[in-house]
């Protein structure tokens, strides 16, 4: 019986040879990246990554308290979290045997006729038999090829997916609170400029009725100034609804009510200054940036995927037992004799499955080449959103400059189209064209700071925001 058994193992090791070899090899190497960005600032006039964030704004400190507390997207990014630790748990508990106990009370009842003969005289059995039974059973896969084990590395590869998907929710959370918050204050200070330019007409308009009643400027020019005013009161009026606009999107970022949304925007910062971009190397993007995290996470899980499949044309060892008490009488079920025992060793292997396991292991192996290819997709979009935000930094901080320097210059030619109006030496139009010209400036300044600032937040999160690589919680 032993040499039969042996015989049958080598046997049943030896087809499997014959279905086993090596999973495909696969090519991942990492994707060369520049010495550095073509945009990115010198060196001494870097600031840190946090300053490209509206930190100075009170609003934002408090919505993106209200956000990492509250905020629904985030919360099911954690819960997907806990569901891939799960995941990764059970991966890992499938290494190790598996230990149950039962109990049981079967009744029995025998009909003789079934046997078809007559028993012999004085042989007789019970017809009606009740049996009782407890058992500790145990089975346990024993995993001499590693395929369990790659199957746990490859969910605990989805744990870290998972971790820098939420990572990545919490820095976009942040990125659009804190562009809500500049749209916010650049409404602030395009309704101020506006403002101003309203004073402006309306002094204007109060000096040609002045004039008007002295006769010395027809009634055309305090018409012209009157309609300046009204269109900076209709540029104002339609500031209010995009306020609308950007209180509704800080409502679901921050699950918070529009009265303590509103009450909070009130608050005027600190400061509105802009700040120099931080110097980044490229290669950190690929530890700092949480979609290239993922990507490289779903690239080692669908390694592992390969492997485990490739080994299911490995033999499969099992041991299983069951150690227990059986009694057809419930007093004596503890008594010498009633204890029974089971053992049992199978080894399977695959001989002949007509490409199925093939299958799955090319299925895997196209799954990996098509995890390279979103890996590589995802390190050359990191490099071109950060350029691009670099560029845009640059390009926004020109615009300020220039904008600044019209808005100056414009205002000095109105001071001066005003001044030779009252003096008798410049006709009206000539100021009222000025002031057009001054009041528009103003407004474009607003802007491109607010442009200028959002430039920033998109750097900060191009370079994967305050992300940092996560530590697992469960260890291979």
């Given amino acids: 019986m032993r040499r039969s058994t042996s015989l049958l193992a080598v046997a049943s090791l030896a087809l499997a040879g014959c279905v086993a070899g090596p999973p495909p090899e696969i090519a991942t190497p990492v994707p060369e990246l520049p010495d550095e960005f073509i945009y990115s600032p010198e060196a001494d006039e870097a600031a840190s990554l946090a300053q490209l964030l509206p930190t100075h704004d009170p609003a934002f400190e408090m919505f993106a308290e209200f956000a990492l507390q509250e905020a629904p997207s985030l919360t099911e990014a954690l819960a997907r979290v806990e569901a891939a630790r799960a995941a990764a748990s059970g991966a890992g508990a499938a290494r190790l045997p598996s230990v149950g106990a039962s109990t049981s009370v079967t009744a029995n009842r025998t009909n003789p006729a079934q046997f078809g003969v007559d028993l012999p005289g004085g042989a007789a ?21 590693g395929r369990l084990k790659a199957t746990e590395r490859a969910a605990l590869a989805r744990l870290d997916a ?17 562009g809500a918050v500049i749209d916010w204050r650049t409404n602030d200070a395009r309704t101020q400029a506006l403002a101003q330019d309203l004073a402006a007409a309306e002094r204007l308009a109060d000096l040609a009725a002045k004039r008007e009643e002295a006769g010395l400027a027809p009634g055309f020019d305090r018409v012209r100034a009157e309609a300046a005013a009204s269109q900076s009161r209709s540029r104002i009026a339609a500031l209010s609804g995009e306020r609308a606009r950007i209180l509704g999107r800080l409502v679901p970022l921050t699950a918070q009510s529009p009265q303590l949304v509103g009450g909070q925007l009130l608050e005027e910062p600190d400061a509105n200054t802009t ?24 690239l080692a899980a669908a390694d592992a995927d ?19 008490l059986l009694s057809f009488d419930l007093g004596k079920l503890f008594d010498d004799g009633s204890d029974v025992y089971t053992a049992a060793g199978s080894l399977t292997a695959p001989l002949l499955d007509f490409g199925r ?8 192996a196209a799954g990996k080449r098509a995890a390279f290819a979103a890996y590589r997709g995802a390190v050359f979009n990191a490099l071109g959103e950060t350029e691009a935000a670099y560029g845009a930094v640059a390009g926004s901080d020109a615009q300020v400059d220039a904008a600044r320097r019209e808005n ?45 600032n959002r430039a920033r937040v998109q750097l900060w999160l191009a370079l994967g925001g305050d992300s940092h690589e996560t530590t697992r919680s469960i260890n291979q």
């Fill in 125 to 145: 059995f019970d017809t009606e038999r009740t049996s009782y039974a407890g058992n500790l059973t145990a089975s346990w896969e024993i995993d001499i090829f």
């Fill in 162 to 178: 998972a971790s820098a998907n939420s990572e990545a929710v919490r820095i976009t959370l942040l990125a659009e609170i804190a």
């Fill in 275 to 298: 700040s120099a971009a931080p110097v980044a190397l490229p290669s950190l993007l690929l530890t700092h940036r949480p979609d290239v995290r993922v990507a490289a996470a779903e």
């Fill in 306 to 324: 390969l492997a485990a499949a490739a080994r299911l044309r490995f033999p499969l060892l099992t041991l299983s037992g069951a150690l227990g």
């Fill in 357 to 364: 396991i093939e299958a799955q292991i090319d299925g895997a």
């Fill in 408 to 452: 100056a210059e414009l205002e000095r030619a109105f001071f001066l189209a005003e001044t030779r109006y009252r003096a008798g030496l410049a006709d009206f139009l000539t100021v009222l064209e000025a002031r057009r010209a001054a009041d528009a400036s103003g407004e474009r300044l607003a802007i491109t700071i607010g442009q200028a």
